[in-house]
């Protein structure tokens, strides 16, 4: 490593690189792996019984994260590939659990890399939205918008997102929130409702 001029608060790193297999959807020379299996979405989806039965039956994987975490600081920015399996609880599509950022002002890039599904996104003060993922799809998480992935086909459902590092996630408040709209497999399609 060499000197140069830092500010206080902002660690000196060498710059590096990382690996993502596109049709794996996965980084492959990863450094942190957060994994949520059904069991950990237990409160957020509309048909608790249904989660039951699928945790009984094994449990499976919802999603995954590959990160190489940098210092969770001012000008860094935090970067992952967050890989979500499709499947249904009961009507409802797999979906991340959502959060919003600790620190509120900060937003989040999208690019959809592979499979489709949703961006929804919803503020402290009732403002919802939603917007389409697909390989190729961009989605602009702006600052004070809580953000939950959908994944409403028939493949993983994977993004490359980055963030300001020192944002930080707040899980709790959509734990007790909700999310405002649900995304539901009606008639064979996906609806919002
Ligand atoms: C993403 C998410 C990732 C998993 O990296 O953390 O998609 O979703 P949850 O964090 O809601 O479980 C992100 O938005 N980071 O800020
Ligand atoms: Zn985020």
Same mark, same amino acid.
């Given at each position: ?12 790193? =060498? ?5 993502? =297999? ?10 942190? /792996?957060?994994? /949520?299996?059904?069991?950990?979405? /237990?409160?957020?989806? +509309?048909? +608790?019984?249904?989660?039951?039965? *699928?945790?009984?039956?094994? =449990? ?16 860094? !920015? ?25 620190? *509120? ?5 999208? *690019?959809? !890399? ?5 961006? !929804? ?8 939205? +939603?917007?389409?993922?697909? /390989? ?36 709790? =408040? ?20």
């Amino acid at each position: 490593m060499s000197s140069t001029t830092t500010t206080a608060g902002t660690s000196f790193i =060498d710059p590096f690189s990382a690996t993502i =297999d596109l049709a794996e959807g996965v980084m492959t020379d990863f450094t942190r /792996r957060t994994e /949520r299996k059904a069991s950990s979405m /237990r409160g957020h989806y +509309a048909d +608790a019984s249904a989660l039951e039965r *699928l945790v009984a039956s094994g =449990d499976p994987l919802h999603y995954e994260v590959f990160e190489k975490p940098v210092p969770e600081e001012y000008g860094h !920015l935090m970067y992952c590939i967050s890989k979500l399996y499709p499947g249904l609880v009961g009507e409802e599509y797999f979906m991340t659990k959502g959060h919003y950022h600790s620190i *509120l002002q900060t937003g989040e890039i999208y *690019l959809c !890399l592979r499979g489709s599904g949703f961006m !929804l996104m919803k503020t402290k003060d009732g403002c919802f939205a +939603a917007e389409k993922m697909e /390989r190729g799809r961009m989605v602009y998480v702006p600052p004070y918008w809580a953000h939950r992935s959908v994944n409403t086909g028939t493949e993983s459902l994977v993004s490359f997102c980055a963030y300001n590092a020192e944002a930080g996630h707040n899980y709790g =408040d959509i734990e007790t929130e909700g999310f405002v709209k649900r995304v539901l497999k009606a008639g064979g399609v996906p609806v919002i409702r």
